[in-house]
Structure formats: structure tokens, C-alpha cells
């Protein structure tokens, strides 16, 4: 087949150019203009984007940070490439994935601030980091370093690779109100040995909602020869993620998380030189040591998830990434400064706003968290999700950019109410 008949079967089939990221973008589903965004007052446009979404009204989702409900165009543009993709069959994977898919990476690596062949897509953080737990170089005495206060799924693949190494994991725990940046940087620092070989940090703690000064911790870690590995599972299109300003070694997030990708997407950031150190998960054919394809083998993959990536990825360029930080911040300080210093209420979030954005946990004196969980659901309808940690007990509470103020003053006030009959 030549080239023009390729591309007219392919345009048959409801590919082709249909599959290219500039129309990916939709634009005119993207109603509002440049000219609205900026002309709109902060309560018009942000009902705008409420409008957006198709929610339950039901209730009030606080619970954004397990997944992010897609916007309905996000979701439309996924159900669309599922039709498309099913009806254009092996055909589409055959002749077309592989150059969408080069697209999509490079679009990837210029939202985060990397080469092409740094990053790769996977299926969600923690397929992220469990290749660079699992795949690190290890041998038996060697040290890593993790926070009691990092996601569990991670805490229990290092606990696997020490049965499987025998290396030794150093937990520390993270200050919560630190005086300045150093304070953190030093309690990782003097968990540090000669034979110390990876750090693990969150880039945004995900129970607490803390901001870590990732460059800081890095630097440091790196003046010990120490690899650093980020889990940015709620940094990416939350606050800014640029691998030149993190300059760590690995970074791992999920697209559906808050870039409201579909559900099952994610990515890894491999720093070139470090690439040809880890072992993959899954094998691929051989290729050079320090060719990231060689990590990202997973098989036939569910490829309408990947192709809606752009749509988020539009979706995200339009609201604008400093936009979206300083809603989702305002969000949260809108509830917390209602609380902090109230009677019976601990707030397991620090208090400098730099050090937090849209996520923050509270507890109530004398309750636990499940049962203040049900009863936010129960008598007020608030969703939320109880976390029983050794040093976080309390509920997370997770706006997104739906979310309006009136709803978190709800929170605040059945907060109070809860409270006060302690
Ligand atoms: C800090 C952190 N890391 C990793 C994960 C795992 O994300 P996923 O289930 O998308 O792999 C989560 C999920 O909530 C998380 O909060």
C-alpha cells in the first residue's frame, strides 16, 4: 500500500489525522476563549469549570486524592478512542500506535522538563516505582532510606527487597511544622551511611499534604552519592514538577490522579545516565543499556486511555498550571484557617502555606478517623477518607478544581459542630 492509500484507509477507519494531537485538543470543546479566561472574575470562571464535570449531587467528593474525576470531555474523547480503536482493530496498533505514542512522550517530557528518552509511560505510580524499587542493583547489606509517612504500597516494596537482598531500610519521620527547609534536609541527612544507596521521598506526603523541599533533600543526598527517588504520585499538574528543578534521579506519578487522565495511566522519569543500572519488571527484546524502552515492556495495553493523556494534557494547559495551584491552595486555606486553634481540632497539615497545597488532614480530639469519616458522610454528606497512621490520624480531605468555597465552609462548619459536642 502506498503512502496516500495507507493514509486514506487509515482516515476510513476514523484515524489518521484523527489520531494526532492537534486534534486531540478539541477545541471547540474548549469553549471559553483566552479572552473569557482572562476576562473572567475567579467565582465566574471557576463555576464555569464546575460545569465541566459531570458530579454526583449526591454528595460532596472531598476525596480527589485517590483519583481525580475526569472533566466530561476528557472522558467523552476516552469513550470516543475506545469506539475508533475497536472498530479500526489490530490495524490501528500496527501502523499508527508507535508514532502516537513518540508524540505523547514527547509532550510528557516537555510538561515535566526532561528529555524524550528520560521518560516512559506507565500504568500508574506505583508500577513506577516498584520498577526502580525492585530493579535497583541491590546487594545484601546495602541501605535505603524511606519516610514512615510514604505511601504503603512502597513501604511494603522495599520491605520485599529487603527479604529478597537483604537490604536494610532506614524509616525516618517526617517533621511536620519545620522551622525552615534544613530542619528536613538534616533528619534524612543523618540517616545517611557509607553504605546508603537510594533515598525514597513524596513530593507531596500523601496524608498529611505536605510539601518536601525535593531539590534540597536531593542535593544533599547527592553530595553522599545517594540516588534520590520521588514518588510525585499528587505533584504532577498539582504544583510545579520540572525534573531540572527536582534533579532527582527517579520520578514516578499517575496521570489520573490530578491531570484527570483516565484511570490506569502514569509515568517514569529515568535520569539518562541511570537508566542502564535498573533491571525491568517485564522483559523487552535487547536493546542498548540506556534505552529506557528496555523498562517499559508491559505488553498489549488498553490504548484509548493513552490517547485521552492529550485531552488531559489540553485540558490542563487551558485551566493553566499556576491557576489551578493557587485555586486548589485557596480551597484548602479556606477551611483550615476556619479550624486551626479551635477547640478539639488537630490539624495534621502544616501551617506555612508553602508547605501545602490542595490536600490537608484533620482530626478530632477523642474521635477516631473511621468513625469521623462516617459521620461527615452519614449526617453531612461529605465524603472523605479516615487514615490511621502511626503519626497521621485523622480525615484527608481532597478538593479539586470543582469543588466550590460554599462546600468547603460546609466541611468547615461540620467540623466545628463535631467538634464542639466532643
Ligand atoms: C503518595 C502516593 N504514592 C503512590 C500512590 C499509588 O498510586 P497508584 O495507585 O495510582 O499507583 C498513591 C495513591 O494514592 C499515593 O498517594
Redesign the pocket.
Known amino acids: 500500500m502506498n503512502k496516500r492509500n495507507f493514509i486514506k484507509k487509515l482516515m476510513l477507519l476514523g484515524l489518521g489525522t484523527s489520531c494526532t494531537p492537534s486534534s486531540f485538543a478539541m477545541p471547540n470543546k474548549l469553549s471559553t476563549s483566552m479572552k473569557d479566561f482572562f476576562s473572567a472574575d475567579d467565582a465566574s470562571f471557576w463555576a464555569s469549570v464546575r460545569k465541566k464535570y459531570d458530579l454526583d449531587p449526591s454528595y460532596i467528593n472531598l476525596e480527589n486524592?485517590?483519583?481525580c474525576v475526569m472533566p466530561k470531555e476528557i472522558a467523552e474523547a476516552q469513550h470516543q478512542y475506545i469506539l475508533t480503536g475497536n472498530r479500526a482493530g489490530a490495524f490501528y496498533m500496527r501502523h499508527q500506535f508507535q508514532s502516537d505514542q513518540t508524540k505523547l512522550i514527547e509532550r510528557l517530557s516537555k510538561q515535566i522538563d526532561c528529555r524524550t528518552d528520560e521518560l516512559m509511560i506507565s500504568r500508574?505510580?506505583?508500577?513506577s516505582?516498584d520498577l526502580v524499587i525492585s530493579g535497583f542493583p541491590w546487594q545484601k547489606g546495602d541501605e535505603a532510606i524511606m519516610a514512615q509517612e510514604?505511601?504503603g504500597?512502597?513501604l511494603n516494596q522495599f520491605r520485599l527487597v529487603s527479604e529478597r537482598y537483604g537490604v536494610v531500610n532506614k524509616i525516618i519521620t517526617v517533621p511536620l511544622n519545620p522551622a525552615t527547609d534544613e530542619e528536613i534536609v538534616a533528619v534524612y541527612e543523618a540517616a545517611i551511611s557509607a553504605k546508603t544507596k537510594l533515598l525514597m521521598l513524596?513530593h507531596?506526603?500523601?496524608i498529611t499534604g505536605q510539601i518536601l523541599p525535593v531539590k534540597k533533600i536531593t542535593t544533599m543526598a547527592h553530595r553522599y552519592g545517594v540516588a534520590v527517588l520521588v514518588?510525585g504520585?499528587?505533584s504532577f499538574a498539582h504544583i510545579p514538577t520540572s525534573m531540572q528543578d527536582l534533579g532527582c534521579d527517579f520520578y514516578g506519578t499517575?496521570l489520573?490522579?490530578w491531570l484527570s487522565a483516565p484511570l490506569g495511566s502514569?509515568l517514569l522519569y529515568v535520569r539518562k545516565s541511570t537508566i542502564a543500572n535498573l533491571w525491568p519488571l517485564m522483559a523487552e527484546d535487547p536493546l542498548a543499556k540506556d534505552d529506557i524502552r528496555r523498562l517499559s515492556h508491559t505488553g498489549t495495553r488498553p490504548v484509548h486511555s493513552m490517547q485521552a493523556i492529550h485531552t488531559a494534557l489540553d485540558f490542563y494547559a487551558w485551566i493553566q498550571p499556576n491557576r489551578k495551584e493557587n485555586r486548589l491552595r485557596a480551597l484548602q486555606n479556606r477551611w483550615t484557617n476556619q479550624l486551626r486553634g479551635q477547640k478539639n481540632i488537630l490539624l495534621n497539615t502544616p501551617e506555612a502555606p508553602h508547605r501545602s497545597c490542595a490536600i490537608a488532614n484533620v482530626g478530632i480530639q477523642g474521635l477516631s478517623p473511621a468513625r469521623l469519616a462516617e459521620m461527615l458522610f452519614k449526617q453531612y454528606n461529605i465524603f472523605t477518607v479516615a487514615i490511621n497512621r502511626p503519626t497521621v490520624k485523622g480525615c484527608r480531605i481532597t478538593p479539586n478544581i470543582y469543588t466550590t468555597m460554599q462546600e468547603v465552609d460546609q466541611l468547615a462548619d461540620a467540623l466545628l459542630e463535631i467538634a464542639q459536642k466532643q
Do not use: R
Open positions: 486524592g485517590y483519583y500508574n505510580t506505583t508500577e516505582l510514604d505511601y504500597a512502597m513524596s507531596i506526603i500523601n514518588d504520585a499528587h499517575s489520573h490522579k502514569g
